[in-house]
């Protein structure tokens, strides 16, 4: 998650500096993406028949609100609660929605039974919507799952303990940040992504806008080269060796840095995505956006390889919850050992958060092409990570696994963990969706299941 913490520690922390200046720290944390969710709350009653007829509603829902406002100052960097209205009939639910504007979600917290509108309010809803359900105040959470099969984007929260809200306003926080973010795709055949930018704007909202190789070009060229090289210069004593690159390549890729994070500035885009092996191959521009992609990923923002949507959407998602990079990946697979590699010439070096420890990391050439320079990290082992991938908006792939080691063959990519998986076999007989998957160190999978239910996609399990 992107916050003034989490951006402080990036700045501060890392084993090379010029992530981002002052200006741009105080640039990129103003941007819309990196504020709380707006969220309303609504409490529902009817006359009542439970919990007992002698229930003084008023009296009730001051209780609870007292309750929400203290978890929502415990939350407040996360979530902004506005409303409070009690509404008593399906003509005043629709009337309240009406009145909403510019939302990410609605905590709806009934009070009695019957408990009218509450159908109405979920299935007319335009947002997710979480249900509140206190022991003994209604039935209606009975209706949730059947609501939720039907397409409706709503789960339920059955507590007595208002502590068990937390990671359902983190889970509203994603969607708010999904919903104001902007991704730049570069690629000279927007068409060939034009239908999953849409199908994901549609989803969660966030912007695509799709950069010609010119343009990138152009921003290179107003690159400051002297800058360039001063990073280049840092970035160098603090690797642990040098293997093939020479200077001039090292200082491309600084100064492609400068020109990519110039242009997401420009546009207020938290993420970039380059079609390197296809119509902007990375021998085709001034320099390779590896090292670029680490540092962005390093910062809390998100540089993509490929320009691949489905793998960008992913790490946003997971990233804004759990405050941990994306290590976007070509899986390996070995029977044998029941275990898969992960191998990509992109990895972040701050695995476990802006927060975390900076792994340690060897400046090498793309493998593939033998040009530019890339960052080869020596990831954490002895780890458990989560595998997913978006496969489209509305299903993602999902599995865990530990990092046994890492991998250091002189094919594949530069940057390699071996994993342990629970059925290789398995897995790979169901391979789908393409070959990219994503790690990131954590098992996320509960946040996961959570996010799928309200935020409405298909959560499945490879292996």
């Not at 009542?48 to 229930?55: A, I």
């Not at 603090?238 to 492609?256: S, T, Y």
């Not at 290789?424 to 996961?448: C, M, P, S």
Request: net charge neutral; glycine share 6%; hydrophobic share 40%.
């Amino acid at each position: 998650m992107l916050t003034r913490r989490t951006f402080h520690a990036a700045l501060c922390g890392l084993p090379f500096s010029g992530l981002l200046k002052a200006d741009e720290y105080e640039a990129f944390r103003s941007m819309p993406w990196n504020g709380p969710a707006r969220v309303a709350r609504v409490y529902l009653a009817g006359a009542p028949h439970w919990p007992k007829p002698t229930l003084d509603v008023e009296a009730e829902r001051k209780e609870v609100e007292a309750q929400i406002a203290v978890a929502a100052r415990k939350n407040a960097h996360l979530v902004e609660l506005s409303g409070g209205e009690l509404l008593r009939s399906p003509e005043e639910v629709k009337a309240w929605l009406a009145r909403q504007q510019d939302l990410d979600g609605i905590l709806l917290l009934p009070l009695t039974q019957p408990t009218p509108g509450f159908n109405e309010l979920i299935q007319a809803s335009p947002v997710p919507v979480l249900v509140f359900s206190r022991p003994y105040a209604t039935h209606s959470w009975s209706s949730v799952a059947g609501l939720r099969k039907a397409g409706r984007r709503v789960d339920v929260v059955a507590s007595s303990s208002y502590g068990d809200l937390d990671p359902w306003f983190r889970i509203f926080r994603t969607a708010h940040h999904l919903r104001k973010s902007k991704v730049l795709v570069g690629t000279e055949n927007p068409a060939s992504r034009a239908k999953a930018a849409e199908e994901y704007k549609a989803a969660f909202g966030a912007e695509f806008k799709f950069v010609p190789g010119a343009e990138i070009k152009r921003a290179f060229q107003a690159a400051d080269a002297r800058e360039a090289q001063r990073l280049a210069e840092e970035f160098t004593r603090n690797a642990l060796r040098v293997v093939e690159p020479k200077p001039e390549e090292i200082v491309k890729g600084l100064r492609m840095h400068l020109a990519l994070k110039s242009m997401m500035l420009a546009e207020k885009a938290n993420a970039f995505t380059i079609d390197c092996f296809g119509t902007l191959a990375a021998n085709t521009l001034p320099g390779y956006p590896c090292i670029c992609w680490s540092k962005l990923n390093d910062a809390g923002l998100y540089g993509v390889c490929e320009a691949d949507l489905h793998s960008t959407v992913t790490q946003m998602l997971v990233t804004s919850y759990a405050g941990v990079p994306g290590f976007v990946s070509d899986p390996v697979f070995d029977l044998s050992r029941n275990e898969v590699i992960h191998a990509h010439c992109v990895s972040a070096t701050k695995l476990k958060g802006p927060d975390g420890p900076a792994s340690p990391y060897i400046i090498r050439d793309h493998l593939e092409t033998h040009e530019g320079a890339v960052l080869q990290v020596l990831m954490p082992c002895d780890e458990t990570i989560t595998v997913a991938r978006f496969a489209g908006p509305k299903r993602m792939l999902v599995s865990t696994a530990v990092v046994t080691g890492y991998g250091d063959s002189d094919r594949g990519c530069r940057s390699q963990i071996r994993t342990r998986v629970k059925d290789a076999e398995k897995w790979l007989e169901n391979y789908q969706a393409g070959l990219h998957r994503v790690i990131f160190y954590g098992d996320h999978t509960r946040a996961l299941e959570r996010m799928s239910r309200l935020l409405g996609f298909e959560l499945v399990t490879e292996a």
